[in-house]
C-alpha cells in the first residue's frame, strides 16, 4: 500500500520534511515513489507547507493513504476537502 508520509532532513535540532509518496514498509527515510510537498514548522505560518496539489490528487485517488500527521496538513491547505468532493461525485 502507498501511504503518503513525512521524510526528514535537515539537521539536529532544525527539522525540515518533504511530503513524499512511499510503500507503507519503507524506512522512514527510505526510497520514495515521487516527493509531494514540503512542510519547514520553524517558519511562518503562511510559509510552512507548499504542495503539488495535482500529484496528492491523482495519488489520493489512485488509493494512497495519508498519515495522520499529512493528513492535517492536508486538510490546513484545502486538498483534503477537494479530495473528499471529487471522491463523492
Known sequence: MVKLRLTRLGRKKVPFYRIAAMEALTARDGKAIAYVGTYNPLVEADKQV?????????????????????????TKAGVWEKFQATKKK
Request: proline share 4%; charged share 30%; no cysteine.
Open 50 to 74: 507548499t504542495l503539488d496539489e495535482e500529484k496528492i490528487m491523482k495519488l489520493l485517488q489512485n488509493g494512497a493513504q495519508p498519515t495522520e500527521t499529512v493528513k492535517s496538513i492536508l
